[in-house]
């Protein structure tokens, strides 16, 4: 249990960290429930740039269908936290 929760708190600050990176925006306003278009400004272009940052950051190959249905940095979290 503790191990699931020091890996979920690390990849949560790591995707805040890339978020911040390609979005341009503070840490502090990236809230788990925060909308990546919506109140973090992602267009088309940098949601791509931004999935492919995640995919580098973690290893791993995110497919386009699934990028494309994340809507807030909660559902991104839980996406790399099941596929890290």
Known sequence: MQAAYVKRSTIEERVK?????????NEEEITPNARLVEDLGAD????????????EEFDI???DEDAE????VQS????ITEHA
Do not use: H, M, N
Not at 76 to 79: K, R
């Open 17 to 25: 960290k890339v978020i911040a990176e390609q979005l341009g925006v």
């Open 44 to 55: 088309s272009l940098s949601s791509i740039e931004l999935f492919l940052a995640l995919e």
């Open 76 to 79: 991104v979290i839980d996406y």
């Open 69 to 72: 249905a994340w809507t807030t």
């Open 61 to 63: 190959e995110i497919p």
